[in-house]
């Protein structure tokens, strides 16, 4: 990263250009100014970057561009020629856009679904609606037919222990929520398998269903015999439930082509206006580009990393430049378990002490209702002054407590302070990793409101005189 | 239909006792008789209908029917085998319940949905998930590829005749309500082909969607060449018409099997509980048996067709016996325009002097809100009346103008009195002829509400000294 030669932007308030002019390089007076006035200072750049996006020239752009991105490219499933598409369509997009640029290498998992399908044999023929579960083995090409063993819980399967060899196990667990309920997608085949299942199918982990299968990433766990696994529809794992409550013997036979190929190439994209003060001193917004390989991958994340990309287009339009560079990474591979942007935190984190923030929008762009923060009291300070610029876009300034997002996890985890969106996501679940996730779930008022907010909070905490106290 | 030599029960009320002995064969007091008090006097009666349904023995049985039934022969379309087999269900079901049961023979359509598909072919590749439409015409083996002409309205559609001529049109029409925008289903295909179209593709009527089709009845217009014409999702729908929006060229391809077989042999099921005084006079309740050939039919119909049979099973567990004919009707062949219920009218009608009500629930057994009521004004007085003993089931005692039904339409456009059931169905057509019309849709205490509340009305109405004033 080298120094930028262009001439520094210097801010309208003029307390702020007092301060710049006065104090810069003086670096011991800092814990002297008051943060508050300094962040309120900022009060008519943050309504500038509002009112460009909300009622101004860049007012829709956020869901044009995710539209053409995503109606364009589809899906984009880690390792697939659909991914690589995405990867290049965002590196000549915003490189168009007057953004520097880059790719960094990453290695990802291959993980390929093939032809599947599953039907109920008895006690009448019915075609079961599925998803394999990412990291799956497959079947045999005749599929594998047995009879089924319904439980709702971990606790019911062990107690069926003596009845599950040979069988089929479906999970018919209630949602509770997604953070307990994945429990079940992520870990129920290799339970299943230590009692001797063949495959294990799995209840979608979703509060609400029209059918609807809802695929993601499983674990199998070291030693244990790796059987297919899959995600049916809540009303299927319901009405087999049903069936076998009322002593009907349930026959299903389940039929996956999946297979693990050798992991791909692939790239984190990384877009950046470099700070003219600190160009070495990152805030760094993000989302992931991948997504999984069915709908959209609109809502996850084609959202999150339109907006990381759109607040860096925001502040380049409005002619600002903050003292530190503002980065946006478009992650890869994260549906995987964050494996692009681990390997991108392994290759950074010797520069550690210079990530000022990092952020991650990935639980969807709808209307933005609070920031969520991870960070010392000190920073947190800082943080509810930030928050109070964003009144205009949320009729709020709540700032919570923990920041969410897979891939911003290893930096956090090592005391680097993390932001990330909290919106009205009452039906998020509803959509996610299914083919309901398409630009039909997407608004342009709220992903302009949700872009704004990113770019307000990346360019201030940017441009303030001081990284966040740690 | 003979009179039944069982001796009549006679209701605990004291006052209707001793009309009831007092009066039985004088018909000329009649007029003079208060109405509100009579049907007050069947408080008690109501309420013990109600208690054993929401809190006693029958308690959650409607549910109980409802899965059984539809666990045991999934959906049921016009002319199927699995048609057939509901009919056997019920007709031993009901039997066993010790109702009179007997079927009456109708001619029913045979459509067959056939191997079907569609896929984008340009600009990229995509699966879009479709359901062929009741009555169409199927696709040569091959299929049909054409570039596509979105429409936003049959307005829309005409303003680019020039255009459509060897194309697949697309519908994008914005839902408004089920009834106004069902056109395009029922429509769109022959509006199309007027145009030289050469299929068409109608985005799914419904308010809501995760990538879910739903299928339906449409009309071809006499003189118009029949096109193949199926429903698409709201999401393709959108895909397609914002792709169009940008000037790409958008090329599908869509495969259907159907055809349409000669008419089938079915019945409607016919279930009762003679009258003690008047059995010539008959009080129908009824719901329809078939459904859509996807989903299980749950919420359309087989919960109307469930408390149809339930209130009179209610009836009979509690030792009542009305006046006139209890008579519940599970119709077949509704969802081709009511098939069955139209023979059954024209066989019935020569009788019609004696039918004093016709019910039908067909929008749903959610929980009931209203009861709505087609009839004269003196008629509405009456059931003012009879409303008011519903309240311990829906908190309210409303009555609203205009029963809905397709198979009671007949009877009420001769001037028969009607009535239906106005549950809380904001997500009704959510599931509607979707694959997510399932049990998991249904509840069973806002069954066990809708069935009391069917019991209720049809006894009343069956047992006061005089039918409804026409």
């Keep these: 990263m080298v120094m930028d030669n262009r001439r520094p932007y210097l801010p309208s308030s003029p307390l702020l250009f007092w301060t710049c002019s006065l104090l810069l390089g003086c670096e011991c007076v800092s814990t002297q100014r008051d943060v508050a006035k300094e962040v309120a200072s900022y009060t008519d750049v943050a309504n500038q970057i509002i009112k460009l996006v909300l009622s101004g020239p860049a007012q829709k752009r956020s869901y044009q561009r995710l539209a053409n991105f995503t109606d364009t490219i589809g899906n984009r499933v880690s390792g697939s020629h659909n991914l690589e598409l995405a990867i290049k369509y965002m590196y000549h997009a915003m490189s168009e856009d007057g953004l520097d640029v880059h790719l960094e290498p ?23 609606a599925m998803l394999g579960l990412g990291s799956s083995v497959g079947t045999p090409p005749e599929g594998i037919e047995a009879e089924v063993v319904v439980v709702s819980s971990f606790e019911d399967l062990k107690s069926r222990a003596g009845n599950v060899s040979g069988r089929i196990v479906v999970f018919n ?40 299968p809802h695929t993601g990433w499983q674990d199998y766990q070291e030693g244990v015999t790796r059987i297919p696994a899959a995600c049916i529809t809540v009303e299927d794992a319901q009405l ?44 760094l917004l993000s989302g992931h580009l991948d997504s999984w390989d069915v709908g959209q991958g609109a809502m996850d994340d084609g959202g999150g990393a339109i907006i990381s990309w759109e607040a860096l287009s925001i502040i380049k339009d409005l002619g600002l430049r903050p003292r530190r560079t503002m980065r946006a990474v478009l992650w890869t ?13 392994d290759q950074h984190k010797v520069n550690m002490s210079n990530y000022d923030l990092v952020m991650e929008s990935d639980l969807g762009t709808f209307a933005p209702v609070a920031l969520q923060f991870t960070g010392s009291q000190a920073a947190q300070k800082v943080m509810q002054e930030v928050v109070k610029l964003l009144a205009p876009i949320m009729n709020t300034t709540r700032l919570e407590p923990q920041a969410e997002g897979t891939d911003i996890g290893p930096w956090m985890q090592a005391g680097v302070p993390g932001a990330s969106l909290h919106v009205q996501d009452s039906r998020y679940f509803w959509f996610h990793h299914s083919e309901g996730d398409t630009m039909s779930v997407q608004s342009p008022g709220d992903m302009d409101r949700c872009s704004a907010l990113w770019a307000v909070v990346a360019y201030v905490v940017a441009d303030l005189q001081d990284m966040l106290p740690r």
């Design 106 to 128: 990453a290695k990802i998992p291959h993980w390929v679904r093939g032809e599947e399908g599953a039907e109920m044999i008895l006690p009448r023929p019915k075609r079961l």
């Design 173 to 212: 667990q209630p949602f509770v929520s997604y953070s307990e309920t994945v429990a079940y997608r992520a870990f129920g085949a290799s339970e299943a398998a230590k009692l001797g299942a063949v495959a294990a199918l799995i209840r979608s982990v979703t509060p609400f269903s029209i059918n609807s």
């Design 240 to 283: 087999m439930s049903r069936m076998a409550g009322r002593g009907q013997r349930v026959v299903v036979r389940v039929t996956m082509g999946a297979k693990t190929l050798p992991d791909a190439d692939s790239f984190n994209t990384v877009a950046e206006i470099q700070g003219w003060q600190h160009p070495e001193q990152v805030v």
């Design 333 to 345: 591979a994260e549906e995987q378990g964050g494996v692009g942007a681990q390997q991108y935190y």
